[in-house]
C-alpha cells in the first residue's frame, strides 16, 4: 500500500533548497501504515481490530489537536501562514479516504472473520423473536433510566454536546403534549454504560453474540416519544478542539487555572461531526448549523460511530487464540536480581532495553532508594505516569520515611493534565517539594536523581529515559533507560533539576545538552561539522531514530550536510517532512519508518567521522516544539560496548527491517519494504523480542 504525503513550501522569510512535505498530511500516513496491520491476515483476529481502533482514537486526537486552524482558514478565507482554505479542503480529502478505508475495512474483512469464529455483533434486524425481547428488557432495566431525550423548542434550546459524546438526533411527527410540531428531538447516550454489552448463553444459540449500546437505544427509540412518530434519525458525535491554552504570564496559580481550562475542554470548537450513513440531509445540515461546521467537515460512516469504542471487544472475548501470544520480558541483561544497584553502579553506567528487558527493575531501583536509610533525597520528573502509579506509591513512602523528595510534575501534557494535578495534589498534601517547571516550557525531560550518603560523602545516581515513567505504556513502548553514576552526568542532572526549581541561571552542563538552551544548536552544530567533514573526503555518517521529525532548521541542516556527502539515515516513526531520495537534493538521505507489535519511541542519535563515532540518547523528538518550547534532554553513551548494543538493537536492527518498515519517497509516498516478497523478511522487533524473551516468546506476526 502506498500513501501519499501533499508538498508545500513552509511560511518561512527564505524559501529552503528542499520543498518540505506537509506535517498534517504526513501524519496522517502515520496512520495509513498502522491501519495496514489490521488488513493482515498474518495478525491475529483480536490485534487487528486493535489496530483499527488505534487508528480511530489517533485521528480523534488529530482533529482535536491539528483542525482548527485548517478550519479557521475556511472560516475566514483569509491566509494563516500555512493554513488555508486550499490546505483545509486537501486535508478534508485525506482524512475522509482514510475514514472510508477503515469502515471498509471493518465491513469486508473483520466482521466477516468475526463470524467465522461465531462472534458477533448483532444488528436489530438480525435479532430473532427472543433476542428481541431480551434487548427491551435490557433497555428498560439498564439503559432507559438513564436517559432524558430533549425535545428541541424556544425553552429547550440545543443541548451542549461534549467532545466525543454519541449522541442521536431523531426527526418527530405529530403534535407534542401541548399541541405544538417541535419535530426535532436529541438523545444522549450515557457514558457510564458500556457500549458493547455481551447476549447471555441461554439467547445466543451457543454464539458469541455482541449487542451495541447504539443499537439497543435505537431499536427502542420510539418507546422514549409516546405519541409521538418517530421518522428521521441518525447517531452523531462531534469532536471538538481540545488543546488547552492557558495564558501561563497572566495565572497566579497554574494547577488552578489549567483544572478550570479542563471543564471547559469539552465543549471547545467544534472541528468533525460524525453521523450514520443513512443520516438524513435534513438532519445532516440542522447539525452542520448548529455546530457552525461546513459540509467537508461532515463524516458519513457506515458501521460504528466510534470504532475506537470497539476496543472493548477485545476484553470482552476469552480467545487467547485470537491474540497474540504473551510476551515476558527479561531481566536487564546488565543487571542481576537481587543485587544492589548501588553497587552495581560503581562498576560501570547500565541500559535496559523496553520492552524487551523489564520496566521492573526501575521500579526495584526506585524501590532500594527508597527503603535505603541511607539514600536522603530523591528528585523526579513526571510526564505521562498514568492514574495508577507504583512510582507515585514509592515516592510516598519515601516521604513517610523522611526522605526529601521533589517532583518536577508537567501539568500541561496533552489529556494526562487531570491525573498529573491530582498527583501533583497527593504529593503536596503529604510534604513533598512539587514543582511545575519553567513557565511558558513543558518538561518533557525523563530523569530520576538519587543522592546518598557514603561515608562523609554525597554520591549521585541517576536514572535518564527516552520514554515516561509509566509502567503499563513500558509494556507496549520500546524505549531505553540509562542507569549511571557517573559524577559529571548526574551533577548535570542536579543542576536542571535545581534549575526547575529556582528558575536561577543554568551552569554550564558537562554531559547533557538541554532545550530549550542549546539542544537544537548542538545537534546542528554536530551535523554541519560532519558536513565538513564530508567535503573534504572524509566518511561521515548520520543515523538517527526519532518519533517525528518536523524542526525546519534540523530539516535543512540534514539536507544540507547530505549535499556535501554525509549518508544519512533516518527511522522516524510518524510525520516526517524531510522528502528523501528527492533527486540531485536529498539522494544521500533514506527515511523509514517502522510500525510494529510495539510503538517505537526511543530517540537515538548516531554521529560518526571515519573512525570517530558519538552516540546519543534522548527525550526529544527532532520538532520545533522539543527544541525551543520544552524542556528536553539529550546524553552520549560513553561504555563503547552500551553504545554498541544501542547501536545494534535500536539502529542497526531496524535498518535491516525487511517486514515492519516503509520507505519513504520524495513525493512523500511510503512503501512497504519486501512487500512484493510477501512479508517474510526480518522483523526487529520480533528478533528482540526472541533474544529477550523471559519463557516463550512471540515473534509478533
Partial sequence: MNSKVVARQPAAAEPPAVPLLDRDHSILAFNERVLDWARRPQVPLLERLRYLCIVSSNLDEFFEIRAAPHLAALQSAEHNGPYTVASFEALAAAAHDLVARQYALYND???????????????????????????????????????????????HPFPQVANKSLNFIVRLGGRDAFGRENDIAIVKVPRVLPRLIRMPGKVSGGRVLFLSLSSVIRANLGTLFPGRDVG???????????????????????????????????????????????????????????????????????????????????????????????????????????????????????????????????????????????????????????????????????????????????????????????????????????????????????????TRREGKNFKRYAHLSTGNYNSRTAKLYTDVSYLSADPLLTADVDSVFVH??????????????????????????????????????????????????????????????????????????????????????????????????????????????????????????????????????AWPVSDPVIRQRIIDECLVAYLHDGRDAWDLGPDGTYTRVGAAGGHTGHSAQAALMARYADGDAASGE
Avoid at 556527502?565 to 536529498?586: F, H, M, N, Y
Wanted: some cysteine; aromatic content about 8%.
Fill in 500 to 633: 526547575l526549581a529556582s528558575q536561577s541561571k543554568l551552569p554550564k552542563l558537562n554531559r547533557l545538552w538541554l532545550a530549550p538552551f542549546q539542544l537544537q544548536r548542538k545537534l546542528i552544530e554536530k551535523i554541519d561539522s560532519l558536513g565538513e567533514g564530508a567535503a573534504q573526503g572524509k566518511a561521515s555518517r548520520i543515523v538517527a531514530k526519532m518519533n517525528a521529525l518536523t524542526d525546519e532548521a534540523l530539516v535543512l541542516s540534514l539536507v544540507k550536510a547530505s549535499q556535501r556527502g554525509v549518508k544519512i539515515d533516518l527511522i522516524v516513526r510518524g510525520a516526517c517532512t524531510l522528502p528523501a531520495q528527492l533527486p540531485g537534493v536529498t539522494e544521500n538521505i533514506r527515511v523509514r519508518s517502522v510500525i510494529g507489535r510495539f510503538l517505537e519511541h526511543s530517540r537515538v542519535f548516531y554521529f560518526r567521522c571515519v573512525e570517530e563515532e558519538e552516540l546519543y540518547l534522548s527525550s526529544a523528538d527532532w520538532m520545533n516544539r522539543n527544541m525551543l518550547r520544552r524542556v528536553e534532554l
Fill in 232 to 450: 428521521q434519525f441518525s447517531q452523531f458525535r462531534v469532536t471538538r478542539h481540545s488543546d488547552l491554552a492557558v495564558d501561563e504570564d497572566d495565572v497566579q496559580n497554574l494547577r488552578t487555572a489549567l483544572r478550570l481550562g479542563l471543564e471547559h475542554r469539552h465543549y471547545g470548537q467544534a472541528v468533525r461531526l460524525e453521523v450514520s450513513t443513512g443520516c438524513s440531509e435534513y438532519l445532516a445540515s440542522f447539525l452542520l448549523k448548529q455546530f457552525n461546521l461546513p459540509a467537508l467537515a461532515l463524516y458519513r460512516v457506515h458501521g460504528p460511530v466510534n470504532l475506537a469504542r470497539l476496543a472493548q471487544l477485545i476484553d470482552l472475548v476469552d480467545e487467547p487464540e485470537l491474540l497474540f501470544p504473551p510476551f515476558k520480558p527479561s531481566y536487564p541483561a546488565q543487571l542481576v536480581p537481587g543485587q544492589s544497584f548501588f553497587e552495581r553502579l560503581k562498576q560501570g553506567d547500565v541500559s535496559i532495553h523496553h520492552p524487551f528487558e523489564s520496566f521492573d527493575a526501575v521500579l526495584a531501583f526506585l524501590r532500594e532508594a527508597v527503603h535505603d536509610p541511607q539514600v536522603l533525597a530523591i528528585k523526579q520528573t513526571f510526564y505521562r505516569t498514568g492514574v495508577e502509579s507504583e512510582l507515585m506509591d514509592l515516592l510516598r513512602e519515601a516521604v513517610r520515611r523522611g526522605k526529601e523528595v521533589t517532583a518536577v510534575v508537567e501539568l500541561k501534557a496533552r489529556f494526562d493534565e487531570e491525573a498529573n494535578i491530582n498527583w501533583a495534589e497527593m504529593l503536596e498534601s503529604i510534604g513533598a517539594q512539587v514543582v511545575y517547571g519553567v513557565v511558558g516550557l513543558k518538561t518533557h525531560a525523563k530523569m530520576l536523581l538519587i
Fill in 109 to 155: 474483512d473483520l466482521t466477516p472473520a468475526f463470524e467465522k469464529h461465531a462472534i458477533k455483533i448483532i444488528a436489530h434486524g438480525d435479532r430473532n423473536v427472543v433476542q428481541r425481547q431480551w434487548v427491551k428488557q435490557y433497555f428498560e432495566r439498564q439503559v432507559r433510566p438513564l436517559l432524558i431525550p430533549v425535545a428541541l423548542d424556544p425553552a
